[in-house]
Structures are given as structure tokens and as C-alpha cells.
């Protein structure tokens, strides 16, 4: 994008600032990340020391971590404080059906709120728009007492059978979505004599795919990093989720043993990391689109 | 299928079949649940007795619990702080992701991945971050302590302060963060910056949605920089602000996760938020009545300041 009449000195020193702010900003970003795989492959003892006083030094063993000591790794995955084969299936199984729930009921939703006429559609809107601001808290006494008559308690059943319910969010997502498809594309259907549950599997989710893409990967990631809700439900450490189980894990080693702490953090962190490089382009397409046509 | 056509019975059905999910869902997990708090918020319950009616009683208390109080202050501080921080911080990312670069893509990845990873995992990896004695961050932070340290004791010196003043600021010492009560809610707020990336996509794609020929004009009119800036770019972005600060403010009366795993709420009662004490009450201490008052304030207080919000929209934020 070129501006016109601006002098080309200026441009210049704006790029270099620019470039140098990025890059501390990048820094700063990426850190954490670097320090948290940086620490899961060192001994314990070499994480603890105090560092050398000589500057160069320090910052040399401050970086780099050597010899590398994959063993903690190893050490993680056999520890029986944290099962994480277990965790990562509990996680999984628990966020797989969050996504499929929240796909199939918002879509419906979605489909009533825009595609078709019916009284009351409007009043709906303004429930699902009013129901997204509610914090959680609220509900939170109420239903554990709910969930409790059930027997749910100590299940995973609270934590993805709302789910089923249509999330209010993704509701709202996939409307902004339903509303650019053209109406003449059903019309046509109609026409062909096709029932508005053929009309909504065969046309609607086809054309709404990107969207309804956005929705099962924003409640996947929703669902595998949440940790109140598991916190809240979940009794057993059979049953624990893996968010809830690195915080128990760090309570449980109190500030002992960090670089099992960090290796146990990079495989809870990892899956979300391949998703997002897998899906990059949706994951920012979806969260522009809450933004703007919001 | 004109638009003014009745509605037949058929359309009626089909259109309250399809919408059944979320009608059946606000019924079951939100008209009883809030139904119910709001009953449990008058009385004394634990959960392992049936409710007793104690009228406002929950409420008139939670004005003099203290740790209620210090809750309510933090959370306030928090909101006032971290909202306005949050999006002028996110914007100035925005810019700087937006100018023309070769590594653009790859800069916006690192900024945006962070606020997707689970808020335990930030949590523990910062307070590794942040520990006084190993963390890098006060390795590489002592040494411009060092020299302002030694820059400001000379200047104290010069003003003939106390010896001991003179002696604090030549061993000036790096922050203990998390574990000093005066430091861990800056902590915290800061803290939150680190996860700002969605933010910083919805401002980008704003951004993307400002038309060039607006900047060309500005252009023939001289307006550049700063002037371009404040008059083109913060005019045409306005609704992305305002929807970036009711988001902001609703998750701000709502942290959790971070403080929760970071201090527990401690030093003392530093940095117990509102939705801690809240659990704490519940859950801990069975004090379900509580709980749901503070849930019940907590809304309240939420609607307040969302109202709020939308009624100075009509004054600042500019529709197209």
C-alpha cells in the first residue's frame, strides 16, 4: 500500500522503527514458549542453579540447554501423578463432542433465526443476544444441584451435553454467516418440492461450511482449555481433563520439580499448537467475523 | 414466498422445531437455573439441606465481609486498569501488525497463538517466568536496574536524601512479581496483555475494512501521521472499539483461570477476584446462598456497565 505525498526518507526510518518494535514484540510473545521448552529439556538440578555471575555466561546457559535431557519427557508420561494418556483421552472425548453438539444445534438455530418464517424469531434473536452476556457464575450453584439429582457429578456429561442446547455465541456466528446466503437458492428448492430439513442438510450446511468449520474449532479449543468447568464437576482424578490436571499437577510438585512441570505443559499445549497451524487462516477468519459484522 | 404472506401453522411448527434446541436449552439451563439462584440468593443453603429463607440476609452481609469487599475492590481495579490497557495495547499491535512488511503473517502468528493456549498452561508458565530467583525475567531485568539504580542514587545524593534512601535505590532490585503484595495485581494485568492476539485480529480485520480512498483524501487534505490517525483511522474503527470494550469488560468481572492457578489470591488477599471468592464461598465453604448474591451482584454490575456502554456509544462510536 503506497501513500501518496510522503517523502521517502520518512517512510524509511518509519519501517525501521516499525521492524524493531515487532521484533521486541515478537520477544515478548514468544518467550514464555521458548522458556517453557527450554526448561523441559534440562536436569533439575541445571533449571535450579543459581547463574553464573559473569554475564556472557549466564546468558549462554540461560538459552541453551545443554546436554539436552529428554528424560522428563518420559518421566511425564510414565509419572502416576499424571496419567496423561488418560487426561488427553478425557480432554478429547469431551471437547470431540462439544464440537459436534455445538456444530449441529447452532446450525439448526441458526437456520430458524434466518431462513425461516415463523412468529417469535425475532424475540429469539434478542434472547440469544441477551443469554451471551450472563456470566457463568449465575448459573453455577443451581446447576451443580441440577446435575446432582441427576448423578452427573463426577461424570463428564455437564460438560458437553449443554452443549447439544445451541451455545448462544455460535449461534450468533453462524447467523452473521446464514444471512449472506441468498434466499433464491432455497426458493429453488422449495420449488422441487424438498422439505426444509432436506433443504437444511443438502444446501444450508454444504454452503455454510467455512462457518460451521469456525464454530467446531472454536469450541473444541473452548472445551480443551476450560478449567472452571472441570474444576467445578469433575470429583475423580480418573476423570480429569487435562487443563485441570496440570493445575493439580503444579499444586501437587509445590515449586519442586519445574522442569517436569514444563514438559508436562508442552504436551498439554501441543495439540492446540498443531490445530492452530493447521487451521490458521479459519481460527482468524472466524474471530474477524465476530468482530465486525457484529 | 413474499414477505407479507401469513404465516401458516406448517411454518410455524417447522420454524419452532428447528429453534427447539435453544428454546429447550433456555429453559433448562438458563429460565431454571436463573430461576433458582435467584430463590437460593435469599436463602441459607449448603446443598446438603434443603434451603432455609433467610430474606436479604445474604445480601446485607456481603456488605460487611471483608474479604467480599477486597474481592469487589480488586475486581474493580482490575476492570478500570486492564480494559483500557488491553485495548490500547491491542490497537498499537494492530498498527504494527498492519504496516507493510515481508514478515507480516509470521509476526501476526506470534502474537495471535498465545491467546489460544488453555489459561492453566499461561498461568504456570509465567509464574516459571516470573520466579524471583531462576526466572529469566529478573535475569535480564537486574541490569537496568543496576544502572538506573545507580543513576537515581546519584541524584538523590545530590538532593542530600537520607543514606538509606540513597543505599535502596543503589541496590535497586527487580520486582517479586507474584509473590509481593504491592506488585502481584500489576503482575496480573500485564499478565493479561500476553493473550490479547484475538483482540488484536478483530482490530486487524477494522483495519482491513477502512477504505483507501478515505486515506487517499485525507492525503490531499495533508493529513498525515498522527493527524490521519486521529481523524480517519479512530473515527472508521469506533464500532470495533466499542465491541472489543463491552467483550473486554464482561471477561474482566469474569477472571478466573489465571489468578486462580497463578497466587491463589494471595499475597494475603492481593489478588482474590471476584469470581474466586465466589467459588471459594460455594464450593469451599458451602455457602451456597452467598455464592448466588455474589453471582446476582456480579450480573447486575455486569448489565450496568454494559448499559452504560451502549448509552455512550450513541456519542462516540460512528456507524457507517
Not at chain 1, 429469539?124 to 453455577?140: E, G, H, I
Not at chain 1, 439429582?149 to 448462544?168: C, K, R, S, V
Not at chain 2, 538532593?159 to 543505599?167: D, L, N, Y
Request: hydrophobic fraction near 55%.
Amino acid at each position: 500500500m503506497s501513500i501518496p505525498g510522503q517523502k521517502h526518507s520518512v517512510m524509511l526510518t518509519r519501517r525501521l522503527l516499525v521492524q524493531i518494535a515487532l521484533l521486541a514484540v515478537a520477544v515478548i510473545y514468544l518467550a514464555p514458549l521458548f522458556w517453557m521448552l527450554d526448561t523441559s529439556v534440562r536436569t533439575e538440578h541445571q533449571a535450579m542453579t543459581q547463574l553464573p555471575s559473569n554475564t556472557g555466561k549466564a546468558i549462554q546457559t540461560l538459552l541453551i540447554p545443554y546436554p539436552l535431557h529428554v528424560g522428563n519427557y518420559r518421566k511425564v508420561i510414565e509419572s502416576p501423578f499424571f496419567k496423561i494418556q488418560l487426561y488427553a483421552r478425557n480432554t478429547l472425548v469431551i471437547a470431540l463432542l462439544v464440537a459436534i453438539g455445538s456444530m449441529l444445534s447452532a446450525s439448526l438455530v441458526a437456520y430458524a433465526l434466518t431462513k425461516l418464517r415463523w412468529h417469535g424469531r425475532q424475540i429469539l434473536f434478542w434472547t440469544v443476544l441477551a443469554s451471551m452476556m450472563l456470566p457463568f457464575s449465575v448459573m453455577m450453584v443451581p446447576l451443580y444441584r441440577i446435575y446432582r439429582e441427576f448423578g452427573w457429578i463426577g461424570t463428564n456429561l455437564p460438560l458437553w451435553l449443554p452443549t447439544f442446547f445451541a451455545p448462544p455465541f455460535y449461534i450468533f456466528l453462524l447467523r452473521q454467516f446464514y444471512l449472506t446466503i441468498p434466499n433464491e437458492l432455497m426458493e429453488a428448492a422449495v420449488i422441487d418440492g424438498a422439505g426444509p430439513f432436506r433443504i437444511w442438510w443438502r444446501i444450508m450446511v454444504p454452503l455454510t461450511r467455512p462457518a460451521l468449520l469456525v464454530v467446531g474449532l472454536f469450541s473444541f479449543v473452548a472445551s480443551w482449555n476450560n478449567f472452571i468447568g472441570p474444576l467445578v464437576y469433575l470429583t475423580h482424578q480418573r476423570t480429569f481433563t487435562l487443563a485441570l490436571a496440570l493445575q493439580f499437577f503444579q499444586t501437587r510438585h509445590g515449586g519442586v520439580a519445574h522442569t517436569l512441570l514444563m514438559a508436562a505443559t508442552v504436551l498439554v499445549v501441543l495439540p492446540i499448537i498443531l490445530i492452530f497451524f493447521l487451521a490458521q487462516k479459519t481460527f482468524i477468519r472466524g474471530i474477524a467475523t465476530t468482530g465486525i459484522k457484529g | 414466498m413474499s414477505a407479507n404472506s401469513r404465516i401458516t401453522w406448517r411454518q410455524q411448527l417447522i420454524g419452532l422445531a428447528f429453534a427447539s434446541p435453544f428454546i429447550v436449552g433456555v429453559a433448562l439451563l438458563l429460565v431454571i437455573p436463573l430461576s433458582l439462584s435467584f430463590y437460593y440468593s435469599f436463602c441459607h443453603y449448603t446443598m446438603l439441606t434443603p434451603p432455609i429463607w433467610v430474606g436479604t440476609k445474604n445480601y446485607t452481609q456481603l456488605l460487611s465481609d471483608h474479604a467480599f469487599l477486597r474481592s469487589l475492590f480488586n475486581t474493580c481495579l482490575f476492570s478500570v486498569i486492564s480494559v483500557p490497557l488491553a485495548l490500547a495495547w491491542s490497537f498499537l499491535l494492530a498498527l504494527l501488525l498492519n504496516a507493510p512488511n515481508r514478515l507480516r503473517n509470521v509476526y501476526r502468528t506470534i502474537v495471535f497463538l498465545p491467546s489460544l493456549l488453555p489459561l492453566v498452561a499461561t498461568a504456570v508458565i509465567w509464574r516459571w517466568m516470573l520466579s524471583p530467583m531462576h526466572g529469566p525475567v529478573n535475569f535480564f531485568l537486574q541490569f537496568p536496574c543496576h544502572w538506573v539504580g545507580g543513576i537515581l542514587s546519584q541524584i538523590a545524593l545530590a538532593f542530600h536524601a537520607s543514606p538509606a534512601t540513597v543505599h535502596t535505590l543503589r541496590h535497586l532490585k527487580p520486582p517479586l512479581w507474584l509473590a509481593d503484595g504491592k506488585w502481584a495485581m500489576t503482575t496480573i494485568i500485564l499478565l493479561s496483555l500476553w493473550g490479547v492476539g484475538q483482540t488484536v485480529i478483530i482490530f486487524l480485520a477494522g483495519l482491513d475494512d477502512v477504505p483507501l480512498e478515505l486515506y487517499e483524501s485525507a492525503a490531499l487534505d495533508g493529513a498525515m501521521g498522527w493527524r490521519r490517525l486521529r481523524y480517519v483511522t479512530l473515527p472508521m474503527l469506533t464500532p470495533v472499539i466499542f465491541f472489543n470494550l463491552v467483550i473486554g469488560i464482561i471477561a474482566s468481572w469474569q477472571i478466573f483461570d489465571l489468578p486462580y492457578v497463578m497466587t491463589h489470591g494471595g499475597p494475603g488477599r492481593a489478588t482474590l477476584f471476584y469470581s474466586m471468592y465466589l467459588f471459594e464461598a460455594g464450593f469451599q465453604q458451602l455457602r451456597m446462598g452467598a455464592a448466588c448474591a455474589m453471582a446476582w451482584v456480579q450480573l447486575i454490575i455486569i448489565l450496568l456497565l454494559t448499559t452504560i456502554a451502549f448509552w455512550s456509544a450513541r456519542k462516540w462510536v460512528h456507524y457507517r
